[in-house]
């Protein structure tokens, strides 16, 4: 059981440019390593394809898991925080 969400959003500055906000991304422990996630990104990238979305958005709390699925750290992103009580 692993679940993903994504969500149309857009990035502006110079250029606009349609991205997938992926968030919400788990397995229970028991389906690790399953291939189950794997398939689920395989799944979200061909429908951003369709969607001429050509970058997904991940906030991760531990980035290098997602590298094998092609993601990488962003140089120059803005950071920032959100106070929980807000």
Known sequence: MSSLEAYDWHLTGYAR??????AGVGTLPEYRRLGLLRTAMTMLFAE????GQPVAALY?????IY????????????????????
């Open 48 to 51: 951003m394809r369709q969607k």
């Open 17 to 22: 440019c349609s991205v997938a906000a992926v």
């Open 60 to 64: 991760a709390s531990q980035a290098a």
């Open 67 to 86: 590298r094998r699925y092609g993601y990488s750290e962003m140089p120059g992103a803005q950071q920032y925080s959100v106070d929980p009580l807000d």
